[in-house]
């Protein structure tokens, strides 16, 4: 298997962050802060989901007009891909890669407006938080393979639901997310 990309905290697409998390071991095992207000990273999350993945799941790609999603990996391997769709973006069109392991958490922090989808290199488990409650009324996607979207997956066949299998291609998901108003002036 190939190395995981990395990411340092430079180079990122405007408003993605990263943020290394240190777990604090001792002979019962560990304790990690996985968020505290005074960080300033974004938005609260209002709710957090724990999820399971099967190895070569490729979950998105997915965009948010309100919402910041925050993601965690707690155990196992993944990459995310990222695109960034915000017309008014220093990194607009902009696409990346990171690399995310359980046993060296960080945070990954994606604003409204940028693209994501995440790809599961063996089974893994991680925590997902959402800075507005899901209503399933706030997400857009495109097809994870469209060459425009510039996302070097590590896989060419991933496993896929039927509903990210049928998304539009890349240039259609712009349309549809500039035509919903981009990221809201709310923000």
């Not at 095992?29 to 999820?51: K, M, N, T, Y």
């Not at 925050?70 to 995310?80: D, F, H, N, S």
């Not at 769709?85 to 958490?105: E, N, W, Y």
């Amino acid at each position: 298997m190939p190395a995981l990309p990395s990411v340092a905290t430079t180079g990122l697409i405007d408003g993605v962050l990263v943020r290394a998390l240190e777990p604090i071991s001792d002979l019962r095992g560990s304790l990690c802060e996985i968020h505290r207000d005074g960080w300033g990273l974004a938005p609260r999350p209002v709710q957090w989901d724990f999820i399971t993945t099967k190895a070569r799941v490729l979950r998105g790609v997915h965009v948010h007009r309100l919402r910041f999603d925050y993601l965690i990996v707690v155990q196992g391997k993944a990459t995310y891909g990222l695109a960034d769709l915000r017309r008014r973006s220093p990194t607009f069109g902009q696409s990346m890669v990171i690399g995310a392991v359980g046993d060296k958490p960080e945070v990954v922090i994606v604003p409204p407006g940028v693209a994501h989808g995440i790809f599961a290199h063996e089974a893994m488990i991680y925590l997902y938080g959402l800075s507005h409650p899901y209503d399933g009324t706030d997400q857009m996607g495109c097809r994870y393979d469209d060459a425009t979207l510039g996302i070097d997956w590590p896989v060419n066949e991933p496993v896929l639901l039927p509903r990210d299998l049928d998304l539009p291609d890349f240039e259609t998901l712009l349309r549809e997310f500039e035509a919903a108003g981009g990221v809201s002036a709310s923000l």
